[in-house]
C-alpha cells in the first residue's frame, strides 16, 4: 500500500471515529426499560392541536389542522374522520373540551363549536367581529358554562351556553406563541417571538409581562401540579419556579444534553412523574419530578414531530403529533 493511500484509509478512519463519539455524546440519556406508548397512524395529513372526552372515557374527540375532527368510543384504540360541513373554508382546528356530553371546540379562522349530546351534533355559534384575535382554547366548566382565550390573550366567560359572553379580561397581551391554562384558571402565554411571557390569574383586569431569565428564546411555558411554572427554551433546556414566587426560578435542566432537538410540550402523569415530548420522535421522562431522565427510544423511529402531551388521568394519555401520528399511552406495557 503507498503511502498516500495509507494516509486517506488513516484519515477515514479518524472521521469515523469522530462521528462515532459525537453521536454518542448526542445520546447520553439512559433509555427507558419498557415503551409504554402504542403509535397509532391516521388516515390525514393533519397535525393534532388538543384531545378531549366525555363523562364516558371510552368517548373522545380529536381535532387538528385541515378541520381534523376525529371521534372515538374505544378509548381511543380506534378513530372515526366526521366531516363538518364548513362550505368552503379552511380551518383548523385549535381545541376541544367536554364537560359529560356537552363540548366545544375552538379555531381559525375564528370559529367556535358546540355540542350538548356528545357530538352527534354540532352547531356554530356566532362570533362577534369585533373578537380580538381568533378562539384559540376553550375549557368546559360545567352546564352551559365554558371559558375561552384567544391567540391574543383575550379572555371571555359564558354561562348559557355560548349565547353571551363576558371580557375577564382588558385589552390583550398581543399575537402569543402558545397560551396555557392551569386547573386552578391561571394563564400564561409566550410572545410570538419568545422574548417574553405574560401571566393572568382570576381577579386580575390586565396581564402582568415578565421578561425571560435567559438569553435562549422561550418555546412552551405551563404550570406544573403544585402550581409553579414551568418553561422550554431553544436548546432543550427546561426550568422550574418556586410555588411561592414565580420569578423564582432553579437551575437549568437539559434532559438530554447537546443535542438538536428542540423540545415542544411538557406534561405530568402524576405528581412525580412527568414527560417532555420534543422535534423527530423524541420522547423523554422522569419518574422524579425531573431529577433523573430517560429516554423512549422505540419512539424515535417515528416520522412525527411531537407538538402535545394529554392524559385524560393518570392511565389513559395521548402525545399528539403531525401527519396523522398519535401515541396512546398503554400502562399495561409497563414491567410490574
Known amino acids: 500500500m503507498s503511502m498516500n493511500a495509507f494516509m486517506r484509509n488513516l484519515k477515514q478512519i479518524v472521521i469515523l471515529l469522530a462521528i462515532s463519539l459525537f453521536c454518542i455524546s448526542c445520546s447520553n440519556v439512559p433509555s427507558t426499560s419498557y415503551n409504554p406508548w402504542k403509535t397509532i397512524t391516521l388516515e390525514t395529513e393533519s397535525t393534532f392541536a388538543d384531545v378531549a372526552f366525555t363523562g364516558d372515557l371510552n368517548h373522545g374527540w380529536l381535532v387538528g389542522s385541515q378541520a381534523a375532527l376525529f371521534e372515538t368510543t374505544d378509548g381511543g384504540n380506534t378513530w ?123 381577579g386580575q383586569r390586565e396581564w402582568t409581562p415578565h421578561n425571560r431569565n435567559s438569553s435562549r428564546r422561550l418555546q412552551k411555558m405551563g404550570y406544573s401540579d403544585k402550581g409553579g411554572l414551568w418553561l422550554l427554551a431553544r436548546g432543550g433546556q427546561l426550568q422550574f419556579s418556586s410555588a411561592d414566587d414565580l420569578e423564582d426560578w432553579q437551575e437549568e435542566i437539559y434532559p438530554e444534553f447537546s443535542t438538536s432537538w428542540g423540545l415542544l410540550d411538557l406534561a405530568y402523569r402524576t405528581p412525580d412523574e412527568l414527560w417532555v415530548a420534543g422535534g423527530s420522535g423524541n420522547l423523554l421522562f422522569s419518574p422524579d419530578q425531573g431529577e433523573t431522565w430517560e429516554k423512549d427510544r422505540a419512539i424515535e423511529s417515528v416520522p412525527s414531530n411531537l407538538y402535545k402531551i394529554v392524559f385524560i388521568t393518570p392511565e389513559q394519555g395521548f402525545v399528539l403529533g403531525q401527519n396523522g401520528v398519535l401515541l396512546k399511552y398503554e400502562p399495561s406495557t409497563e414491567p410490574a
Open 80 to 202: 372515526e374522520e366526521r366531516k363538518l360541513d364548513l362550505s368552503d373554508e379552511k380551518v383548523s382546528f385549535t381545541g376541544v373540551s367536554f364537560h359529560e356530553n356537552e363540548g366545544w371546540v375552538t379555531g381559525k379562522p375564528a370559529i367556535l363549536l358546540h355540542t350538548d349530546d356528545g357530538g352527534q351534533n354540532w352547531s356554530r355559534i356566532p362570533l362577534s367581529e369585533k373578537l380580538p384575535g381568533a378562539p384559540y382554547g376553550i375549557i368546559a366548566l360545567g352546564s352551559q358554562t365554558a371559558e375561552m382565550v384567544t391567540d391574543l390573550g383575550a379572555i371571555y366567560k359564558t354561562t348559557n351556553g355560548g349565547k353571551t359572553w363576558q371580557a375577564l379580561v382588558e385589552g390583550s397581551v398581543g399575537v402569543a406563541r402558545n397560551i396555557t391554562r392551569s386547573s386552578d384558571g391561571r394563564y400564561v402565554a409566550v410572545s410570538a417571538r419568545g422574548n417574553f411571557y405574560s401571566t393572568w390569574e382570576p
